[in-house]
């Protein structure tokens, strides 16, 4: 309802139908020849150069155009502010019939994603399904409208992404090292009755139509997981289930199955005992199979160690840049390292990083990279501090200077309190703590104390087998009526990452930082 506002009245007729805003190449053309005489093929050639953006050739034109426009009664100063928008038009601008196209594209998928979001990100994520960067946009734009992306499942997921209850069902042809063609041998093999365990999955799929890659993917992505919750289990039992598959196959060929009732007989199948993997190596793998962290993100548990530092998330790095700041102190998972040699020879790395809100990329250059080589290795989560530069929508980063995480989280950590309510789960911790501490010794004697009240032997043991780090452990007992704390002796490694290591232990209620 405002009326535009035009720099000069000859823009009026030219603008008169977008408001005052230059949408199209046409316009450019027909401004250049209204207000500084263009002929139509100069005209073209004006556009031509705006859109390459070839500094020497913007200049020539800017002079030819401000001086054509001084001639027809345009005061030099108003020429080059209509310069400067005619140049600026380059960054979005299409001919007319490409824009109405645009526009009305535009119009029924925004008209889609206001009223049907979770369909709409569904189809979007289902045409996307071989481009992880775009999977995992979609995946932030849902949780940024409060739709949950369920992960994939054996007994649920579709060849493609699916609604269900309100939510996105994760495909499972989207999962890398897993093909169509697999994803539907299974759902077939599924039909409408779901899988009860892993031998009954290994017993109805043709071992020739999903192989042991498609089944590691499986098992480190979690699809497996209502059958099998521990994830290294059932990437254990992955040569077993080929087995079982291949049996069951043969039997079928030869029409053994209907022996003594067949399907009634089922072979039990056997899984090799495995360590359960650390949250850490959980994440990793689940990242290496569907391109992005799903279930959870490395850096969930330096949460509050992060909000006490007053670190930034890069969504809000990257905000604060287009505002008009250069700098700023983020964390990150390292998810990629790439180098290359620039122009001069010297080398770059080209980073990238991850944190709950998206994944970018960084550069860093040869001095950074030199200095900062080990510590920018992917897995590891680190503290950066970055500068950025906005270039139209995108932010290009760069990075100055790197720590690890668990170094700075250390220095605001000076313990852990474990809460229980039995003494099973302590010989699991145990386990968790002599994986993740500098020195280890296999079954402590204080551990072995798991279904006994520990004795003061028991716990100085744990000295000898664990110590040489930089905090206290303390046992907390959940009872009826009160607490039992058993403060460990000695000093341990003590980390977020390791917080979170024991609370992933079974029957760990809480795990507390002090």
Do not use: C
Not at 183 to 206: C, S, W, Y
Not at 344 to 350: F, P
Not at 356 to 376: K, S, W
């Amino acid at each position: 309802r405002e009326q535009p506002e035009y720099i000069h009245p000859k823009l009026e007729p030219v603008l008169r139908e977008t408001f005052g805003v230059i949408i199209y190449q046409e316009q450019v053309m027909q401004i250049a020849r209204d207000l500084a005489g263009y002929s139509l093929g100069e005209a073209d050639l004006l556009r031509r150069a705006m859109g390459k953006k070839i500094k020497k050739e913007m200049e020539a034109q800017r002079e030819r155009f401000m001086s054509g426009a001084v001639e027809r009664g345009v005061g030099r100063e108003d020429a080059d502010t209509i310069f400067e928008l005619l140049a600026r038009f380059a960054d979005y601008g299409f001919n007319k019939s490409h824009a109405a196209a645009y526009a009305l594209v535009a119009y029924q998928t925004a008209y889609m994603k206001a009223h049907h979001p979770v369909e709409f990100l569904a189809a979007s994520m289902t045409l996307a399904m071989h481009n992880t960067e775009k999977l995992a946009e979609y995946r932030s734009e849902a949780q940024r409208l409060g739709i949950t992306v369920l992960p994939p499942s054996i007994n649920h997921s579709q060849v493609a992404f699916e609604v269900e209850a309100g939510a996105i069902r994760y495909a499972l042809a989207a999962l890398k090292g897993v093909g169509a063609q697999a994803v539907e041998a299974i759902v077939a093999a599924r039909a409408d009755k779901p899988f009860r365990n892993l031998g009954d999955f290994a017993g109805r799929i043709h071992p020739r139509a999903v192989n042991k890659r498609v089944l590691e993917s499986l098992a480190s992505a979690g699809a497996f997981d209502a059958l099998e919750p521990e994830r290294a289990r059932a990437h254990a039992a992955v040569d077993a289930m080929m087995g079982m598959a291949q049996r069951r196959h043969e039997a079928s060929s030869v029409g053994q199955n209907e022996l003594f009732g067949g399907a009634s007989v089922r072979e039990a199948l056997p899984i090799p005992g495995v360590q359960p993997w650390l949250p850490a190596e959980r994440l990793q793998r689940e990242y290496d199979a569907i391109g992005f962290f799903l279930s959870g993100h490395p850096l969930d548990d330096y949460a509050d160690v992060l909000k006490r530092l007053k670190v930034d998330n890069y969504a809000s790095f990257a905000r604060q840049v287009k505002a008009g700041a250069t700098a700023g102190r983020v964390a990150a998972t390292v998810v990629s390292r790439t180098e290359r040699r620039t122009k001069t020879g010297n080398k770059m790395g080209i980073i990238g990083l991850s944190d709950p809100t998206g994944h970018y990329e960084a550069i860093v250059f040869a001095e950074g990279l030199q200095q900062y080589r080990d510590a920018l290795e992917p897995g590891a989560s680190v503290l950066l501090f970055l500068t950025g530069e906005a270039q139209g929508d995108e932010v290009r980063a760069r990075i100055q200077s790197v720590d690890p995480l668990d170094s700075a989280a250390e220095k605001m950590q000076t313990g852990l309190r474990v809460f229980v309510r039995d003494p099973a789960p302590i010989e699991s911790v145990a386990k968790r703590l002599e994986q993740m501490q500098p020195k280890t010794a296999a079954s402590p004697p204080w551990a072995r104390a798991a279904a006994r009240q520990p004795r003061a032997s028991d716990l100085d043991a744990a000295r000898t087998t664990l110590g040489g780090a930089d905090g206290e452990i303390s046992m907390v007992l959940l009872l009826d009526a009160a607490e039992v704390e058993i403060k460990l002796p000695g000093r341990f490694k003590v980390s977020p990452q390791i917080a979170g290591a024991i609370k992933a232990v079974p029957g760990v209620i809480q795990v507390e930082a002090v």
